[in-house]
């Protein structure tokens, strides 16, 4: 059975930092796409950081210079490296893995206070 399960969420000042990890099961990280997203409460779930299974990555224009998404192939992790933080950065932040099948983790809150 496949699982993610993410952590590594809490609550920090602005301007601090969190590392979000995605531990996997069941798939190898290495062979597929990877993303990080978030949904704030009220709106919608956005992409926030991807990583292909090439490597290559992207991020959202808000996030960028800020966040930084990698993953530990020995670990079969990915992880979420998230500094400066700021108060819109408040999400639930899901893991997401994509090759033929999409899968889900759980969530994990992140929550930024001024």
């Known amino acids: 059975q496949v699982q993610l399960v993410e952590s590594g969420g809490g609550l920090v000042q602005a301007g601090g930092s969190l590392r979000l990890s995605c531990v996997a099961s069941g798939i190898i990280v290495s062979i597929n796409h990877m993303g990080w997203y978030r949904q704030a409460p009220g709106k919608q779930r956005e992409l926030v950081a991807f990583?292909?299974?090439?490597?290559?990555?992207n991020y959202v224009d808000s996030v960028k210079g800020r966040f930084t998404i990698s993953r530990d192939n020995a670990k079969n992790t990915v992880y979420l490296q998230m500094n400066n933080l700021e108060p819109d950065d408040t999400a639930v932040y899901y893991c997401?893995?994509?090759?033929?099948?999409?899968?889900w983790g759980q969530g994990t809150q992140v929550t930024v206070s001024s």
């Open positions: 990583i292909s299974s090439g490597g290559s990555t």
């Open positions: 997401k893995a994509w090759r033929r099948e999409t899968y």
